[in-house]
């Protein structure tokens, strides 16, 4: 059973950047896809953007060409790097692991997720 535990959420202002680390505790999940998912109160989990596993990345519209997926599998860390950030990016970002390499940023298909971490952004 994989486990994964996310850290680097923060508050910024709006326009700054941060960057979220994942720490998986065993290589498997590289092996087919990792993805970085956002929670809002009241509304469902998103998919923001996924790599797979000969690190191909993809994101959702939202963030294309601001946010940058990356992994370090040697150190199994998963890295999602957030600049020009804006306020509707707040959330509770959330590491998970998937099984499905076509549904990865699903937020049904993952089978392990993270306990996630708070970006605030105003």
């Known amino acids: 059973h994989v486990q994964l535990v996310e850290s680097g959420g923060a508050s910024v202002q709006a326009g700054g950047s941060l960057k979220l680390s994942c720490s998986v505790s065993?290589?498997?999940?590289?092996?087919?896809?990792m993805a970085w998912f956002r929670q809002v109160p009241g509304k469902a989990r998103q998919g923001v953007a996924q790599i797979n596993k000969d690190g191909l990345p993809r994101y959702t519209v939202s963030v294309q060409g601001r946010f940058t997926i990356a992994r370090d599998i040697a150190s199994r860390t998963l890295y999602l790097e957030m600049n020009n950030l804006r306020p509707e990016d707040t959330a509770v970002y959330y590491c998970?692991?998937?099984?499905?390499?076509?549904?990865?940023?699903?937020?049904?298909?993952?089978?392990?997720w993270g306990q996630g971490t708070q970006v605030t952004v105003s």
């Open positions: 065993n290589p498997s999940p590289f092996k087919y896809c």
């Open positions: 998970a692991a998937s099984h499905y390499p076509n549904w990865c940023m699903e937020p049904d298909f993952p089978s392990a």
